[in-house]
């Protein structure tokens, strides 16, 4: 069965940069979503459809989709954006169904 | 804005069956896909499964053998049925709205913990 790979923590400093990868054979031919999920809240849609991004999301948000490897990017990260990121694909191969990588906790030091 | 509740019994008991509703409100019910994830405490998201406002499912391989959505779309409440609970299904669960196959999930509840034990 298909499989997401994701880092378990991802630690960056206060206005650089965070890529968070979500591996997984060929993921670049299945469409990714990305969801950011702070302690004790639902989930939020942060990208979509690989590169999307939602009105509400801040434009230091961002994806892209190659070869083997995803990746959620986020530009001068704040500390706000300290929480859970987990990618998502849906599976169509036969029954419809949907796969979450494991999850990156990502650290604002 | 759309906006999903999940409600049902906080505690369940080993071997029984877990039952929980989603209901939603504000927005439009046709034409999207209700699903059901959860997330043990501590650890990652696992879907569950879905229904098409039609009444068509699809479940998680894992889970298919347990678990049975429904829909009452003149409550505009989709239902869950987890059955022969063990410890393992103790999780958070939240019912989620999608377009459709392949979409992401916009739209989500807060969330309902439900414990198995005795």
């Known amino acids: 069965s298909y499989v997401l790979t994701q880092p378990p923590s991802v630690s960056v400093a206060p206005g650089t940069t965070a890529r968070i990868p979500c591996g997984g054979n060929?993921?670049?031919?299945?469409?990714v979503h990305w969801y950011q999920q702070k302690p004790g809240q639902a989930p939020v849609l942060v990208i979509s459809?690989?590169?999307a991004r939602p009105s509400e999301i801040p434009e230091r948000f961002s994806g892209s989709n190659s070869g083997n490897t995803a990746t959620l990017t986020i530009s001068r990260v704040e500390a706000g954006d300290e929480a859970d990121y987990y990618c998502?694909?849906?599976?169509?191969?036969?029954?419809?169904?949907?796969?979450f990588g494991g999850g990156t906790k990502l650290t604002v030091l | 804005q759309v906006q999903l509740q999940e409600s049902g019994p906080g505690l369940v008991k080993p071997s029984e069956t877990l039952s929980l509703t989603c209901t939603v409100s504000?927005?439009?019910?046709?034409?999207?896909?209700w699903t059901w994830i959860r997330q043990p405490p501590g650890k990652g998201l696992e879907w569950i499964g879905h229904?098409?406002?039609?009444?068509?499912?699809n479940y998680s391989p894992s889970l298919n053998s347990r678990v049975s959505i429904s829909v009452d779309t003149s409550k505009n409440q989709f239902s869950l049925k987890l059955s022969s609970v063990t410890a393992a299904d103790t999780a958070v669960y939240f019912c989620?709205?999608?377009?459709?196959?392949?979409?992401?999930?916009?739209?989500w509840g807060q969330g309902t913990l439900v414990t198995v034990a005795s």
């Open positions: 989620a709205r999608g377009d459709s196959s392949g979409w992401p999930f916009d739209n």
């Open positions: 504000g927005g439009s019910f046709s034409s999207y896909y």
């Open positions: 229904i098409y406002y039609s009444g068509s499912t």
């Open positions: 060929n993921i670049g031919n299945r469409n």
């Open positions: 459809f690989d590169t």
């Open positions: 998502q694909v849906w599976d169509t191969s036969g029954n419809p169904y949907v796969l």
